[in-house]
C-alpha cells in the first residue's frame, strides 16, 4: 500500500501522540520540504528526543535530495555514516579501539560483539 507521505517533499516525521492518554495515534505528522528555512536548531532536555528528531530530519531530506549540514557536538548524527546492515561483529570490528577494549579488560572481538547492543565505544 503506497502511502501519501512517501512522494518526495513531505518528510514523515511520525505520527501524533495523544499525551492526556498517552497513546499513540494512527494520523501521521508531516513536514512540507518546502517551509524548510536555511537554519534551524533543536534544543531540549536530555531524553526528549532531539536526536531521534534530527536523524529522520536528515534521512527524509537524503530521500529528497535536500543538503544538510548538522553541527551535533556530542557527536549522535555522524554516526549516521557508519553503517552495519548485518549488525555482526566483524562488521564493527575496524571501529573498535583497542585501547578502549584493553582499558575495559576485554578482546577487541569482543566489544565488536557488543557494540550492536549499544554498550560499544563512546557508551
Known amino acids: 500500500m503506497s502511502l501519501d507521505y512517501e512522494k518526495l517533499g513531505l518528510f514523515y516525521l511520525g505520527k501524533r501522540y495523544d499525551l492526556a492518554k498517552r497513546k499513540r495515534q494512527d494520523e501521521y505528522v508531516l513536514y512540507d520540504s518546502k517551509d524548510l528555512v536555511t537554519h534551524a536548531v533543536c534544543v531540549g532536555m536530555t531524553g526528549s528526543g532531539k536526536t531521534g528528531l534530527g536523524i529522520g530530519l536528515i534521512e527524509e531530506a537524503a530521500i529528497d535530495g535536500i543538503p544538510v549540514l548538522a553541527i551535533d557536538p556530542k557527536g549522535d548524527l555522524p554516526n549516521l555514516l557508519l553503517t552495519f546492515p548485518n549488525l555482526s561483529p566483524a562488521d564493527f570490528a575496524p571501529w ?14 569482543a566489544l ?4 550492536p547492543r549499544g554498550v560499544g565505544p563512546g557508551r
Not at 97 to 109: F, H, I, L, T
Not at 112 to 115: R, S
Open 96 to 109: 573498535i579501539d583497542q585501547a578502549q577494549a584493553e582499558r575495559q579488560g576485554v578482546s577487541s572481538d
Open 112 to 115: 565488536a560483539a557488543e557494540w
